[in-house]
């Protein structure tokens, strides 16, 4: 179980106990079962490997037992409609995306600060080089900018919390032999609100570092070893050094069904390490079941359920 901050690290004012609180909520302070299932789809005709412009459109749905992380541990459905168009240069050695994807969010149950629905913005692109058949490199880079204005009436008075976030990630796969490969990935995201009073506690960079390791046992059967670390930096306040990291360590089953579907199922565990020292660490098992189905060239279906450390 997570350690609660709240109790161990006990403060003389009010407010950097709701700190505490609120830096717990987003990071990793509550075990939690995270349920999705995911649709996506092409709404135009299949397109062909060398078409220049591509739109989609992504329905997500997720389903949480407990939304905030916290000890009401609330019930909550996520909606998400995404349409997505992109430019991608003539494949090559080297390809390069250009994307745009609007989002809508509605939440079925959200909190007294929290908005029922939320528009983000997303713009990306993507460097895709092939230098040998046993190289694979990328660079992606993705900014999103949300309006979330202030809230002021009789119930919740909540300072505006729009924010911009931008995250970067790259990618090195090397082909070990015929039935086996290792990446590695690095990734950062940096968020900034814009309104000072909600920057100070909200403000955050985030750094991970992960490798897989593929291995095939059978034709239709992939073996994966997973590991990685993650850092998470948050401004100190009244003397509490809000920042962690987390470590993580897995192994999982990828198995081809039939020319249409795939499942697979990952297990491992997840250590958090506190900056402060009074704060101790936490650690959890966690498990992750996926099922992925092609019912036509132009849609896809994925279903998963995940039990973990909330990030």
Same mark, same amino acid.
């Given at each position: 179980?997570?350690?609660?901050?709240?109790?161990?690290?006990? !403060?003389? +004012?009010?407010?950097?106990?709701?700190?505490?609180?609120?830096?717990?909520?987003?990071?990793?302070?509550?075990?939690?079962?995270?349920?999705?299932?995911?649709?996506?789809?092409?709404?135009?005709?299949?397109?062909?490997? $060398?078409?220049?412009? !591509?739109?989609?459109?992504?329905?997500?749905?997720?389903?949480?037992?407990?939304?905030?992380?916290?000890?009401?541990?609330?019930?909550?459905? #996520?909606?998400?409609?995404?349409?997505?168009?992109?430019?991608?240069?003539?494949?090559?050695?080297?390809?390069?995306?250009?994307?745009?994807?609007? $989002?809508?969010?509605?939440?079925?149950?959200?909190? #007294?600060?929290?908005?029922?629905?939320?528009?983000?913005? @997303?713009?990306?692109?993507?460097?895709?080089?092939?230098?040998?058949?046993?190289?694979?490199?990328?660079?992606?880079?993705?900014?999103?900018?949300?309006?979330?204005?202030?809230?002021?009436?009789? !119930?919740?008075?909540?300072? @505006?919390? +729009?924010?911009?976030?931008?995250?970067?990630?790259?990618?090195?796969?090397?082909?070990?032999?015929?039935?086996?490969?290792?990446?590695?990935?690095?990734? $950062?995201?940096?968020?900034?609100?814009?309104?000072?009073?909600?920057?100070?506690?909200?403000?955050?960079?985030?750094?991970?570092?992960?490798?897989?390791?593929?291995?095939?046992?059978?034709?239709?059967?992939?073996?994966?070893?997973?590991?990685?670390?993650?850092?998470?930096?948050?401004?100190?306040?009244?003397?509490?050094?809000?920042?962690?990291?987390?470590?993580?360590?897995?192994?999982?089953?990828?198995?081809?069904?039939?020319?249409?579907?795939?499942?697979?199922?990952?297990?491992?565990?997840?250590?958090?390490?506190?900056?402060?020292?009074?704060?101790? +660490?936490?650690?959890?098992?966690?498990?992750?079941?996926?099922?992925?189905?092609?019912?036509?060239? $132009?849609?896809?279906?994925?279903?998963?359920?995940?039990?973990?450390?909330?990030?």
């Amino acid at each position: 179980m997570l350690i609660n901050p709240a109790k161990i690290f006990v !403060k003389n +004012t009010v407010e950097l106990e709701k700190i505490l609180m609120e830096t717990q909520k987003r990071i990793i302070s509550a075990v939690c079962c995270l349920c999705f299932i995911t649709i996506v789809g092409n709404v135009l005709a299949e397109p062909k490997e $060398s078409d220049s412009f !591509k739109f989609s459109m992504t329905v997500l749905t997720e389903v949480t037992d407990n939304r905030d992380s916290s000890a009401d541990a609330d019930n909550n459905v #996520d909606v998400y409609l995404r349409p997505r168009i992109s430019k991608t240069s003539s494949p090559d050695i080297t390809r390069v995306e250009f994307s745009y994807a609007p $989002s809508y969010r509605y939440r079925s149950n959200p909190s #007294d600060i929290q908005n029922e629905s939320e528009l983000m913005q @997303d713009v990306g692109m993507s460097i895709v080089h092939t230098p040998s058949p046993r190289v694979r490199l990328s660079l992606e880079e993705r900014f999103n900018l949300t309006d979330d204005p202030a809230i002021h009436d009789d !119930k919740v008075d909540r300072p @505006d919390s +729009t924010y911009i976030l931008n995250r970067a990630r790259g990618f090195a796969g090397y082909e070990l032999d015929r039935r086996s490969s290792v990446d590695f990935e690095i990734k $950062s995201t940096i968020k900034r609100y814009d309104e000072s009073i909600v920057a100070r506690t909200s403000d955050e960079d985030i750094t991970g570092l992960n490798m897989t390791y593929w291995r095939e046992l059978q034709k239709d059967v992939g073996l994966l070893v997973t590991g990685g670390r993650t850092v998470y930096n948050y401004d100190n306040y009244n003397e509490l050094e809000r920042g962690l990291s987390t470590t993580q360590a897995g192994i999982g089953i990828e198995k081809i069904i039939n020319a249409n579907a795939r499942c697979g199922f990952r297990v491992g565990y997840t250590s958090a390490q506190y900056d402060d020292s009074e704060l101790g +660490t936490a650690s959890s098992p966690f498990g992750a079941l996926s099922l992925q189905i092609h019912t036509i060239p $132009s849609l896809r279906i994925n279903a998963g359920a995940k039990y973990s450390l909330k990030e």
